[in-house]
């Protein structure tokens, strides 16, 4: 009889890190089925999806609440299916508000349970890990920092590593990104502009980086922007910003990038002929980071994106009000961004909330453009933190997994 798995992943980072998980899984269980909620990657790795990872892409306490009801109808509807039909073992990726909810009333009805990625308790709310450990049966830490945390509370946990610094190069790729992009050319500096993979987080940071960009522009005339967006719905949204502050011209309309880049336009009929200087990418945000000079990223897993492409960046964020200030009263570190939580220090300038304006981010982001030595010393930090996180996390993670399916390792 095949094993049966049940994931649940809700949002880009979570759809990448399972979909290497299945694969691990499968080269070991080549008959098992997969199933839940996840992403197109996780579907191209034989996953079957019963709601899209999309379901749970939202951010931020006032936007769970917006979207509460249809969250938890999910929820609901998916456990009573696990409950009616348990699987050999349920793997919640991420998504912990979500997945520890499920994973507790799943394990008390005997089903094994993992949690894949630990919540942010060496950020916020740390009173978590018992909660974390009544829920799953073990938890896969991808940062060395993490296990402790939970082994005081006798919850079993394995350091895997992260999967990006597994299948991202260690050594620089920007001469290759910039011919990929057809961008060898360019005359001024390639600056990266990574706004966040939800529609949410697009929403509260298009009009923050664009007004970033113009200032930059002015700084540097000859300028080249890329702006990595993950889904139409934010690729609209951007679009949206950009002719809502007037600059709809910067779109570059005839982009020379080799098959497989897609860059959106706008056509300007009556508009004079205008050189652009923007090109807005369906995905590829990890190209624009190889090929960039210096990137302006929301904070998330695109900062570690950076960190192990090794571009210079700024680190920033906007949520709602009253989010902001729930979140500030929980936080533990003087810091955010995986980069500088990694490194245990400031390596990475962090700009959030009211200090997030286009005038802090164009200046500090121009300031690392122009720094070759502040560069050379971010590129030395990055490596080290690329080799220590690079743990053939997939095949780790798998061999935690497999014994909690009576399987040998």
Known sequence: MAVRIALVAGEASGDLLAAHLIEALKCRLASAEFYGIGGPKMQRAGFTAWWPAETLAVRGYAEVLKHYRRIAGVRKQ???????????????????????????????????????????????????????????????????????????????????????????????????????????????????????SRQSEVAFHAELFIRTAALLRERFPDAV????????????????????????????????????????????DAAPPVVGCMKLLFGHAQEALAACDGALVASG???????????????????????????????????VGLPNILAGRFVVPEFLQDEATAENLAQALGNLVLDAEVRRRLAACFTDLHRQLRQNTAERAAAAILPMLGQTI
């Open 78 to 196: 998916l456990l009573k299916r696990l409950l009616a039909d348990p699987p050999d073992v349920f793997i919640g990726v991420d998504a912990p508000d979500f997945n520890l909810w499920l994973e507790r009333r799943l394990k008390r009805a005997g089903i094994r349970t993992v949690h894949y990625v630990s919540p942010s308790v060496w950020a916020w709310r740390g009173g978590r890990v018992k909660k974390i450990a009544r829920a799953c049966d073990r938890l896969l830490a991808l940062f060395p920092f993490e296990p402790p945390l939970y082994e005081k509370v006798g919850l079993p946990v394995d350091y895997v590593g992260h999967p990006l610094a597994d299948v991202l190069p260690v050594e620089s790729q920007r001469k290759a990104a910039r011919e990929r992009l057809g961008l060898n050319g360019a005359g001024g500096p390639v600056i990266a502009l990574l706004p966040g």
């Open 225 to 268: 922007f890329l702006v990595p967006l993950v889904s139409r719905e934010t690729r609209t949204l951007f679009e949206e910003a950009l002719w809502k502050l007037g600059f709809q011209d910067w779109l570059i309309k005839e982009a020379p990038v080799r098959p497989g880049f897609e860059v959106t336009h706008i056509e300007l």
């Open 301 to 335: 897993t695109a900062t570690l994106e950076a960190a192990l492409l090794k571009a210079p960046h700024v680190i920033t964020y906007r949520m709602s009000p009253w989010s902001w200030r729930l979140m500030k009263r929980m936080r533990y570190q003087p810091w």
